[in-house]
């Protein structure tokens, strides 16, 4: 009994409500909550009222993004799309849409006396092309060292993803699904683009290059040469012998000059002394800055 008595209730509720509402019945809906449209191309915002008194009634868009700006407003297009885009019944037809369109837009209905009726959103998401990224690719490693490669761009939406190419071939996501690249080490990272060699080996010399792709284009870095060198470790330990004898010769040719007089009347003596410490580090110095690089170089000379 007792729940026949709350049903009868809300019914009556219900009728009271409804007949205050009789005379704005209708809603506000749309035909496309998620346009996802590429740049520089068109779309519509679309906005359905079915409120019959029209003449009554007053159609809002807002654009909802850090603040909240007016797109529509009393009758009129607002802000940067005056020149590109149309108001038509209730919706907006863009016609050359760019990425700072991406927002969700909200379309209001608002009646002239009783104020606001209903709305409704919509989500415009606007997809980029790829630019060409950045690459960065060593020019020379040696045996046995790990090394990266890196590859981005900043502009597509969605963000691009990364592959990779040698010498024009594809490098797959795992070397071993490809006899090429068999005895590779690498591993790549698809969404960062960046390439890592743990172990690189003389099979993996060859010319680099990277392409940047999202569901609307690709675009692609220009081929780097990179070189993998053997490092020969006799020819290091001849290059510093030499490099330290040299420095000894040195050494001892300055000390000399100085215990024979030579600079004694340019510079009171504690100058001298001062000076030949000060060249005594330079040179102790100098043989751990060299780099394989210089060691390398260097070794042709010895051998
Ligand atoms: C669309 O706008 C861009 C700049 O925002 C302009 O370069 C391009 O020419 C426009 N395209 C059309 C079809 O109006
Ligand atoms: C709008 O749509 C995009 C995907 O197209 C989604 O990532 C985003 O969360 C949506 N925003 C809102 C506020 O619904
Ligand atoms: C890979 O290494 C194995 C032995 O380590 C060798 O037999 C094979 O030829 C190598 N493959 C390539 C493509 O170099």
């Known amino acids: 009994m007792a729940g026949v008595r709350w049903a009868s209730k809300f019914f009556g509720l219900f009728l009271l409500l409804a007949e205050s509402c009789q005379i704005l019945a209708g809603s506000v809906t749309?035909?496309?909550?998620n346009p996802v449209v590429n740049e520089f191309s068109e779309v519509l915002l679309s906005c359905i009222t079915t409120y019959d008194q029209n003449d009554e009634l007053r159609v809002e868009w807002k654009k909802l993004n850090a603040g909240t700006d007016l797109v529509y407003f009393e009758n009129e297009l607002r802000?940067?799309?005056i020149d590109r885009a149309k108001f038509r019944e209730s919706s907006i037809y863009i016609n050359n849409v760019t990425r700072k369109d991406t927002a969700v837009y909200r379309c209001e209905v608002v009646h002239k006396e009783k104020g606001y009726l209903g709305d409704v959103s919509v989500n415009l998401t606007v997809q980029v092309k790829p630019i060409?990224?950045?690459?960065?690719?060593?020019?020379?490693?040696p045996v046995g060292?790990?090394?990266?490669?890196?590859?981005n761009e900043h502009e597509g939406y969605p963000p691009s993803t990364y592959t990779w190419y040698r010498n024009g071939d594809i490098l797959p996501g795992d070397p071993k699904s490809n006899p090429k690249f068999l005895n590779s080490?690498?591993?790549?990272?698809s969404n960062t683009g960046t390439l890592r060699f743990t172990v690189i080996s003389k099979l993996?010399?060859?010319e680099y290059h990277c392409v940047a792709e999202n569901n609307v284009g690709h675009?692609?870095?220009?081929?780097q040469h990179m070189e993998v060198y053997d490092i020969n470790i006799a020819a290091i330990i001849g290059g510093v012998l030499v490099v330290v004898l040299v420095l000894m010769i040195i050494t001892i040719v300055i000390r000399l000059a100085y215990k024979?007089?030579?600079?004694?009347?340019?510079?009171?003596?504690?100058?001298y002394q001062a000076s030949s410490k000060a060249d005594d580090v330079d040179y102790v110095r100098s043989n751990p800055v060299d780099d394989e690089g210089d060691f390398r170089h260097k070794s042709s000379f010895v051998i």
């Open 30 to 33: 749309t035909n496309n909550p």
């Open 79 to 81: 802000g940067d799309l």
């Open 132 to 141: 060409a990224p950045k690459c960065a690719v060593p020019k020379s490693v």
């Open 145 to 151: 060292k790990t090394a990266i490669l890196t590859c």
């Open 185 to 189: 080490s690498y591993k790549i990272d």
């Open 204 to 206: 993996d010399i060859g």
């Open 219 to 223: 675009a692609k870095c220009e081929p």
């Open 260 to 271: 024979r007089g030579y600079f004694a009347k340019k510079q009171p003596p504690k100058g």
